[in-house]
């Protein structure tokens, strides 16, 4: 028997896989950010489909979309909207900005100035936009998918830590293999399919997936062993600034909607081995001799992913 979760998520990606062909993984990844009411960082180089996922997503749900370009011109008010003078009320009404939809593209986040980039972390963290001081909640769900080159720096400014904090997911879609390529252009000879592409989940069923997946059992051993994987990145020798408890929080909560979606309603060392990668490297700040000798955030996670006993693992003891 299929679960909730499990169907409700099976039928956006296939509907999603219609437009972002061969990319299953980073689309069931950007799925579980969905249900886990996080936010996603898609960093890849240009025409790979990010812009693409994004819509797709929004029109699989039924949900408002918005595209914000981020260039250094850009104002934190073109974000979250300004109060305008009505000349026939004379009064001041509020125009919202297009953070006030339920799927947000940021594109080239890293384009904008840190003023305007701290714009989005009150509606990522709190979903809310303050103005003026007034407080304004935004729609539910709410999802941001950000994405940023990480080839081109030139005119560039880094996201803050406390920003990249903020985003539960760091993905990249990468190029397609030869045949998926092919397959994109037959789709696309006449018009793009993302023209016709329809809703497949409903609101009501969204929200009780994602109130679903809360359930799913984990093990105390694998809550221990979240944690011990997280902590390890604050000791390894590369690192300068390890993942915070919010990475702890990221891979538990990212973990049970891996297991749902598979139809379990447990955790399984395998969950969490999937999702560090994505969950923490982004997290993580190396020192400076290790950036002198090329080493990767990726890579630090793997190894300790190896070093680390899983759960429930013995200890062979040789016997003299």
């Not at 990844?29 to 489909?49: K, R, Y």
């Not at 016709?196 to 359930?215: C, F, S, W």
């Amino acid at each position: 028997m299929v679960n909730p979760v499990q169907a409700c998520a099976e039928k956006i990606i296939q509907n999603v896989e219609k437009v972002i062909i061969g990319k299953r993984e980073a689309i069931e990844t950007t799925v579980i950010a969905l249900l886990c009411q996080g936010h996603v960082l898609i960093e890849d180089v240009p025409g790979v489909g990010k812009t693409m996922l994004a819509r797709a997503l929004a029109r699989s749900i039924g949900c408002t979309f918005s595209r914000i370009q981020f260039t250094p011109d850009l104002l934190p008010s073109d974000i979250t909207g300004v109060h305008i003078f009505n000349q026939k009320t004379h009064q001041f009404e509020f125009r919202p900005g297009p953070i006030f939809a339920q799927i947000v593209l940021a594109d080239e986040i890293n384009r904008a100035t840190p003023k305007t980039q701290s714009a989005l972390l009150e509606a990522m963290e709190e979903r809310q936009v303050t103005v003026d001081g007034v407080t304004r909640s935004l729609g539910q769900p709410f999802l941001v998918l950000a994405t940023q080159n990480p080839i081109e720096y030139e005119g560039t400014f880094p996201l803050p830590e406390a920003q990249l904090d903020r985003f539960l997911l760091r993905i990249q879609l990468g190029y397609p293999s030869l045949q998926d390529e092919m397959a994109i252009l037959t789709a696309q000879q006449f018009e793009h399919p993302i023209v016709h592409l329809a809703q497949v989940v409903t609101l009501e069923e969204l929200r009780m997936a994602q109130e679903a997946i809360k359930q799913t059992h984990v093990e105390p051993s694998i809550r221990e062993y979240v944690v011990m994987l997280v902590e390890a990145t604050r000791r390894h020798p590369d690192v300068y600034l390890g993942a915070s408890p919010r990475g702890s929080l990221a891979l538990f909560r990212t973990a049970q909607a891996r297991a749902a979606m598979a139809g379990r309603d447990y955790v399984i060392p395998d969950d969490i081995k999937a999702l560090a990668p994505v969950t923490l490297t982004h997290r993580l700040i190396l020192n400076p001799t290790a950036r002198t000798r090329h080493a990767d955030a990726h890579h630090v996670v793997y190894e300790l992913l190896h070093s680390l006993p899983l759960p429930g693992a013995r200890t062979r003891v040789t016997v003299a």
